[in-house]
């Protein structure tokens, strides 16, 4: 496998991943890296291949949380998964479960919107409309508000600003533009009705 397929992760994913919230956060983390992904200037098949490692980034979270990315490597390697997609995925655990530090943009973005997703998600569930006409003016109130998705590690998601040289706003921007354009995949059309 030179470049890791969409359609290959989701079926790798599967043979790990059945909690239906972890199949929905591992499409929000993919939505989230093909819009990183077009930020930075992605071909078609790179977009592919950053969407890819996002789907497949918590393969083996289900079965081992308490040693998340320690039953990742081996099988993914010997399933074909290209190295550098391997060590992308790795790194999102970088200062938590492992020391394998983010270099490339692709290992910085997952690093990064990996957390962001949680926050962009619970904010999107909260309006009549979903992530569809989210603005990042919302967004950014329900950032600053530390209760709101308080499990969301906004220390980290910073670092992961930080490593990229990009302001929370911007990378916030392009997550949401990212998850607007798989809305109802996402399930995060709202349900129509005015609070």
Same mark, same amino acid.
Not at 66 to 94: K, M, W
Not at 191 to 195: F, K, M, Q, V, Y
């Given at each position: 496998?030179?470049?890791?397929?969409?359609? %290959? =992760?989701?079926?790798?994913?599967?043979?790990?991943? @059945?909690?239906?919230?972890?199949?929905?956060?591992?499409?929000?983390?993919?939505? !989230?890296?093909?819009?990183?992904?077009?930020?930075?200037?992605?071909?078609? %098949? #790179?977009? #592919?291949?950053?969407? !890819?490692?996002? &789907?497949?980034?918590?393969?083996?979270?289900?079965?081992?949380? #308490?040693?998340?990315?320690?039953?990742?490597?081996?099988?993914?390697?010997?399933?074909?998964?290209? %190295?550098?997609?391997?060590?992308?995925?790795?790194?999102?655990?970088?200062?938590?479960?492992?020391?394998?530090?983010?270099?490339?943009?692709?290992?910085?973005?997952?690093? @990064?919107?990996?957390?962001? @997703?949680?926050?962009?998600? =619970?904010?999107?569930?909260?309006?009549?409309?979903?992530? @569809?006409?989210?603005?990042?003016?919302?967004?950014?109130?329900? &950032?600053?508000?530390?209760?709101?998705?308080?499990?969301c590690d906004r220390p980290l998601i910073l670092k992961g600003c930080d490593m990229l040289g990009m302001d929370i706003r911007d990378v916030a921007s392009i997550v949401i533009s990212g998850m607007q354009a798989h809305a109802e995949a996402l399930q995060l059309t709202g349900?129509? #009705?005015?609070?």
């Open positions: 496998m030179e470049r890791l397929t969409l359609e %290959e =992760a989701k079926k790798l994913n599967a043979t790990m991943v @059945t909690e239906d919230h972890l199949i929905l956060h591992a499409a929000n983390v993919s939505a !989230a890296m093909g819009a990183m992904a077009e930020h930075f200037g992605a071909d078609a %098949e #790179e977009k #592919e291949e950053w969407e !890819a490692v996002g &789907w497949l980034h918590d393969y083996d979270y289900e079965k081992y949380p #308490e040693e998340h990315l320690a039953h990742t490597e081996a099988p993914l390697r010997e399933a074909g998964v290209p %190295e550098r997609d391997i060590r992308a995925i790795l790194s999102h655990g970088y200062g938590i479960v492992n020391d394998v530090k983010p270099e490339t943009p692709m290992e910085k973005s997952l690093f @990064t919107v990996d957390e962001l @997703t949680g926050i962009v998600q =619970a904010a999107a569930r909260m309006r009549p409309h979903g992530i @569809t006409d989210m603005k990042i003016k919302s967004f950014m109130k329900k &950032w600053k508000s530390k209760n709101f998705a308080a499990n349900n129509g #009705e005015d609070a």
